[in-house]
């Protein structure tokens, strides 16, 4: 079982042995456990708070003996100590320990203040000791916790001790009151995704009386993304999607710049509950579900078209997003250029390039910001989606029906195509067919274009296209008055984007992937012009 952490500090042995005993008796009126470790310096006691202690107990009179052997008593060095430390330690509960006459005008010398003040003079007595007990445990939003994790080890030993913080708050949202301790084991298991500073996890609550908990799932990242992710659900995901739909968030976190969120959502059963990625991974087809449940659904609030009146041209619309800023153009033409040469290599098909355009197979492409350039002004339709929906944030479970959302941090109003062209986009890097063909890059991409003209086209020569065309078809029933250009635009920006990340994602996409990221983007951008 877990121990509540408790550093305690007192230079003197003698003042040490006194209290001692008493803030064991407090601390167990506190926690049923509690690990109380001992330092005599603050020096050493300052080394030890990058364990993330629960308590920090501190005597606030020091003394100290100069080369002469003369002792000098220093007042008020607890409070100083606290007063540097706690802002980096917000969750650590830091108590001052001290004689009755401690003044008041001393805290406001010293800021951030102790969380307690105990006083030594009071400590005997019985009540208050149950006083001073009762202040611990309504202060205490941890619940002490022993972290283990699946497999190969994620978590930085460096930041172990923050993750463990993290986990321990997180799992304190959950308890009905804040006497409960139900568990006392996070088991974090990797998920797939986990990117733009994020790592993801699958948390399973052990041990104590209430046994196994459901399994959650963690979303450890920076504090300004976790608090986006936030705010985006409960402005609209909470209201806008069905309960069986969507996760709930159920407790968070949060130590200086590094924050978590947990969500536990309707699929959270003993189940096998995994991302769809894993799915399509081993070559299942998995895209049905999500067509029929969440975009050709009408009971939930999102893909309604906000109409405007207002017309922009598609370069103009698309340049002003934050994700397309024209200082990754340079990277991301280099590296759709190495992913077309790899593949044209080895099909044997001849590359060459003038004028900035790219000619292979009898196919030629133009940069892309040129392309878009003559495209017309159209109106873009706009409405509530998702706004990062891969496969990674999608997660079903192996036994039960359904299919259940994560991950809100770009939840909002976008273009109506958004959602489809990022699940598009993932299913193509991610889904491998079981014993498919291989097809050549010409004639796939050939395929690509026929089926940007006509979603209707006979695509049966790739399971892959297969996949996709079922999403688009979903798009154009759901947005009929919709300009497909934008469609092609949007999947052409949303190709290039995700192979600038070439070098780093190649492990995580299957042997198809590059490929069928690439022939999109150059069939998007030979429909372009």
Known sequence: MADLEVLYF??????????????KSILLRTSERADIRYDPALPGLAAKLQSRPHIVIVDNVIEETDADGKKEVLSNEGARFIAEHKRLHPDTIFVLHTGKDFSILQLGQRIPNPDIIVTKDYMRIEGYQAYVAEQLRSRINRLPLDIVEDGARHVDPAQRAIVKSLVEQVVYDLLPSAGDKPWTMARLTKLSGGYSGAVVFRLDLTGG????????????????????EITAFQRFAKWYLPHDMRVDIVGKGSVGTQSALCYAFALGSQDKVEPLSEALRRGKKSVDPVVKQLFQSQRQ????????????SILDYFSNLEEYPFVKDEWRDTCFEKSLTAICERDGIKLDKRDSRLRFGGHEVDEIRRAFGRLPEVKVPMCICHGDLNANNIFHSAKRAGIALIDFEQTGIHHVFRDFISFESSVRSLFQPVKAPVLPLGDLVDLERALLQDVDTNVSASPVLEELQKIRRAAF???????RAIYTASLALHLWKLLGFRDNNKSQWHASGERHLTSGLAAALGSLG
């Open 10 to 23: 007192d230079d003197l042995v003698q003042q040490r042995n006194q209290y001692e005993p008493l803030w």
């Open 209 to 228: 009386a209430a046994g196994s908990s459901v399994p959650t799932v963690l979303k450890l990242g920076p504090s300004l993304q976790i608090e986006r």
């Open 301 to 312: 609030g999102w893909y309604i078209a906000i109409e405007s009146d207002a017309r922009s």
């Open 477 to 483: 029933e759901r947005f009929p008055h919709a300009d």
